[in-house]
């Protein structure tokens, strides 16, 4: 019976692979996404950041559940206007006392502010798959203005829940005492990259 389900598995897996993964990515060109509304599909977007731990290594965490929507306009990019939330409960490392701390009043204070948010104000496409995205970013209960470096992934039919998705990456630096959050500066770095993976499913 085991060798069975082994089998029964391994033919899903060869016939998932052959024909409904083939077919996930539909697009690679922006032009090509359809047009419309999205929201951010949370078990697939994550913000990842790294900062340089007192000059030895590049130190990295995730933050997760973001929500948020996308209306998109993929002839005309500079119509578009994204907005996500960042719940700051959500931050992970590899260090469960580091995470706590994170969350403490020395640095995100997540129970004085709770989240995240970023609103764009502006869209500028740079390339066939690349645009600069520049909004409010508000963090620590301070807004600021930061710009983010955008690449189009790939878009079409999610094979798992038949839903369309369009799937993005971002790129951008930060300055950490911007916001008020200065704790170790500068033995941990002032300046913290975040690289974001972004995936929108489409509203019917």
Known sequence: MKGFFSLAATAFLLSFSAMDVASAQSVTN????????????????????????F????????????????????QNPARSKLSVTIPIQSV???????????????????????????????IRQTGKNEAIVTGNLTLHGVTKLESLKVHFVGAGINPLDKKYTAGFEADTTIK????GVKMYVPYVSDEVHLHIAGAFEKRN
Do not use: C
């Open 30 to 53: 922006a032009e090509q996404i359809q047009a419309g509304g999205y929201d951010v599909e949370p078990n697939h977007t994550q913000v990842g950041f790294s900062v340089l731990h």
């Open 55 to 74: 000059g030895f290594t590049n130190y990295q965490g995730v933050f997760s559940q973001v929500s948020g929507n996308l209306d998109l306009d993929s």
């Open 92 to 122: 992970m490392t590899t260090n469960s006392k580091l995470d706590d701390e994170l969350k403490s009043d020395q640095w995100f204070d997540s129970a004085k502010f709770p989240n995240a948010r970023f609103v764009s104000t502006q």
């Open 176 to 179: 950490r005492s911007d916001f």
